[in-house]
T-cell receptor, first 114, second 118 residues
Framework: AQSVTQLDSHVSVSEGTPVLLRCNYS??????LFWYVQHPNKGLQLLLK??????LVKGINGFEAEFKKSETSFHLTKPSAHMSDAAEYFC????????????FGSGTRLQVQP | GAVVSQHPSWVICKSGTSVKIECRSL??????MFWYRQFPKQSLMLMAT?????????EQGVEKDKFLINHASLTLSTLTVTSAHPEDSSFYIC??????????????FGPGTRLTVL
């Protein structure tokens, strides 16, 4: 069984300040982990993914995430927030086996203040 | 990159009618597609896994006779909501998994279809 916990349902930052969106996971297997972003009434866009290679993963739009097995975490960070980063962010885990279904976290809404 | 389209992007229908939603992988062949449902301000819930040439696999609690899935080709899966009722109103999102050998765990998502049942 696998699960994902996004520790914050809502995060608010000022433009130009760092972003930290927290995610913890649980998986019976070596997982693949993803961060997706969803803008209002839009589909999901892949930000980055971890698939057992480098533990520090760089994604699009300046985002990155670090896989920490000892802490079962996969937190998403960005050094400087832009207004366009305001959206819903989902941490996602795949068990890497069988049909490789994805399990979504509950989401974190990022608000960026001017 | 891998592009997935959905049609229609939104639909309004009367209670009791059926609605078909199409999901297409535009620049790759997808042996497996997934259908998700998202209620307002909630996360995505997997409804079913659609496999080309075989029956879909439904998640627990999803009525297979109500949500008919057909994966007729390597680039097209359809979801038909039969005898729709207001409680079926939701945002339906499909995804397609990139074939093995490229990136086996990455799914690319369609833009979603908003269904409103009156």
């Amino acid at each position: 069984a696998q699960s994902v916990t996004q520790l914050d349902s809502h995060v608010s930052v000022s433009e130009g300040t760092p972003v930290l969106l927290r995610c913890n996971y649980s998986s019976s297997y070596s997982p693949s982990l993803f961060w997706y972003v969803q803008h209002p009434n839009k589909g999901l866009q892949l930000l980055l993914k971890y698939t057992s290679a480098a533990t520090l993963v760089k994604g699009i739009n300046g985002f990155e995430a670090e896989f920490k097995k000892s802490e079962t975490s996969f937190h998403l960070t960005k050094p400087s927030a832009h207004m366009s980063d305001a959206a819903e962010y989902f941490c996602v885990v795949s068990d890497g086996k069988g049909r490789r279904a994805l399990t979504f976290g509950s989401g974190t809404r990022l608000q960026v203040q001017p | 990159g891998a592009v997935v389209s959905q049609h229609p992007s939104w639909v309004i229908c009367k209670s009791g009618t059926s609605v078909k939603i199409e999901c297409r992988s535009l620049d790759f062949q997808a042996t497996t597609m997934f259908w998700y449902r998202q209620f307002p301000k909630q996360s995505l819930m997997l409804m079913a896994t659609s496999n080309e040439g075989s029956k879909a696999t439904y998640e627990q609690g999803v009525e297979k006779d109500k949500f008919l899935i057909n994966h007729a080709s390597l680039t097209l899966s359809t979801l038909t909501v039969t005898s729709a009722h207001p409680e079926d109103s939701s945002f339906y999102i499909c995804s397609a998994r990139v074939p093995a050998g490229i990136s086996t765990d990455t799914q690319y998502f369609g833009p979603g279809t908003r269904l409103t049942v009156l």
